[in-house]
């Protein structure tokens, strides 16, 4: 008999029949019965093929849950380095113009050249009392000044950082009256003043209530924190 997979087993089940007796007519001999075999082999499904699935399943399950699951809590670690401190200028720009409506003359003293115009304070960091640009924002800056002559008069200028001349602006007597500029970049830190101031002796730079021929002007190139 051939061997059945085992997720199956064969139920066999034998029977014998005998075929009714019958008489020879012509002979009138009874004839011996026959006996006929049936074989009914019956495939039935093994209960266990969903059990042993079911089975497979679950240890599946399990070993996810292993393999996924959070295992005990580990010991504190330990604390971190503080970062850096951030920056703390909120405004990473400035840039300032401003001019003035009125003649000066300067006297045997140095004095700060201030201004009457405002074209534009970003920030207010031009003091126009004083005549000041105060540095909030650490950096490249660029800085100009325009100023008007007087006919025969001197005129001697200074671009101030701090207490420290930057750069000069300087005029001999003349039978005309001209116009004259300077220019230059600073590199300035937290709280440096940047300012003209006229030279102690007498010197003049022109202006009318009209026109402004008078005017500085700085901005910020690039800030040293970025």
Not at 158 to 171: F, G, L, P, S, W
Request: hydrophobic share 35%; with cysteine; net charge positive.
């Amino acid at each position: 008999m051939p061997l059945l997979p085992p997720a199956a087993t064969a139920v066999m089940t034998w029977s014998h029949r005998r075929a009714p007796q019958m008489r020879d007519q012509k002979s009138g001999l009874n004839q011996i019965p026959e006996v006929r075999t049936f074989i009914n082999m019956t495939i039935l499904k093994e209960s266990g093929t969903r059990e042993t699935a079911g089975t497979e399943g679950h240890l599946g399950s399990l070993v996810r849950k292993a393999l996924l699951g959070r295992g005990p809590m580990g010991p504190k670690g330990t604390k971190g380095q503080a970062s850096p401190p951030g920056d703390s200028f909120k405004n990473q720009d400035a840039a300032f113009s401003v001019g003035r409506r009125k003649s000066l003359h300067s006297v045997d003293y140095y004095q700060a050249l201030v201004f009457d115009t405002e074209f534009v304070n970003l920030h207010g960091h031009f003091d126009m009392f004083k005549g000041k640009f105060y540095c909030y924002v650490p950096g490249i800056y660029f800085f100009n000044i325009n100023i008007h002559t007087w006919n025969f008069k001197e005129n001697y200028l200074h671009i101030m950082r701090n207490d420290k001349e930057q750069a000069i602006v300087y005029t001999q007597p003349s039978e005309r009256s001209i116009m004259q500029s300077q220019s230059l970049m600073l590199p300035l830190e937290l709280s440096d003043e940047v300012w003209v101031r006229l030279y102690k002796r007498e010197n003049t730079v022109y202006s009318d209530d009209v026109d402004v021929y008078i005017t500085f002007n700085g901005y910020l190139i690039k800030p040293t924190l970025e």
